[in-house]
């Protein structure tokens, strides 16, 4: 059973930065691709940034590239979301998704900007 718990989320003025992290259990990070999602009021969960080989390839959304950065740490089995110089778009609740695009999420994280 893939178990995900994210963590790292609250609130941060607008500049600010957050890490989030997501830690596994039934699933190895490193043999698998992995998403951050985060899901706005109002709007439709959009896929932020994902580690999409086990070598670490990486892909971004363009509203985050730049300012966030997706790692993962293979001796902890935790996947990182460095997130920098945060806006108030950046509103929403983050959730983890392992292997990516497959039915197992987290219970998400709210990160909340402020103008």
């Known amino acids: 059973q893939v178990q995900l718990v994210e963590s790292g989320g609250g609130l941060v003025q607008a500049g600010g930065s957050l890490r989030l992290s997501c830690a596994a259990s039934?699933?190895?990070?490193?043999?698998?691709?992995i998403g951050w999602h985060r899901q706005a009021p109002g709007k439709q969960r959009e896929l932020v940034a994902a580690i999409i080989s086990s070598g670490g390839s990486t892909k971004y959304a363009d509203s985050v590239k730049g300012r966030f950065t997706i790692s993962r740490d293979n001796a902890k089995n935790t996947v990182y979301l460095q997130m920098n110089s945060l806006k108030p778009e950046d509103t929403a609740v983050y959730y983890c998704?392992?292997?990516?695009?497959?039915?197992?999420w987290g219970q998400g994280t709210q990160v909340t900007v402020s103008s």
């Open positions: 039934g699933i190895t990070f490193r043999f698998n691709r």
């Open positions: 998704n392992a292997p990516l695009d497959s039915l197992y």
